[in-house]
């Protein structure tokens, strides 16, 4: 059984930056990152796959946020920069074996974490 955990969430002002990790306990195809703000519907903000080679970003990320990997650690990275106060939200990582990238929406993956709160203040 794989098991995601997501951790670096806390409160930055605008502008700021926040690296997310991400440990997945298994080898998966691919890991992505979503988030939820409240009230509204989770959104896809990118993802990798196993080799690090491959990233894929919504449209919402802007060029300002990174996925990246280490698979010596088994963690997963989402580096935000230039964060604004509409990127707070809810956090998630999930992680796929579905033979298939970019998997961009959450059906896509079998695997979750519990999430992590970013909060950006203006």
């Known amino acids: 059984q794989v098991q995601v955990a997501e951790s670096g969430g806390g409160s930055v002002q605008a502008g700021g930056s926040l690296r997310l990790s991400c440990e997945v306990s298994?080898?998966?195809?691919?890991s992505g990152w979503f988030r939820q703000a409240p009230g509204k519907e989770r959104k896809f903000v990118g993802s990798?796959?196993?080799?690090?080679?491959?990233?894929y970003y919504g449209d919402l990320v802007e060029g300002r946020f990174t996925v990246s990997r280490d698979n010596a650690k088994n963690t997963v990275y989402l580096q935000m920069n230039s964060l604004k106060p509409e990127d707070t939200a809810v956090y998630y990582c999930?992680?796929?074996?579905?033979?298939?990238?970019?998997?961009?929406?959450?059906?896509?993956?079998?695997?979750w974490g519990r999430g992590t709160q970013v909060t950006v203040s203006s």
């Open positions: 990798i796959d196993w080799t690090g080679t491959n990233t």
């Open positions: 999930a992680a796929s074996n579905q033979q298939t990238f970019p998997a961009v929406t959450g059906g896509l993956y079998e695997y």
């Open positions: 298994g080898r998966t195809f691919s």
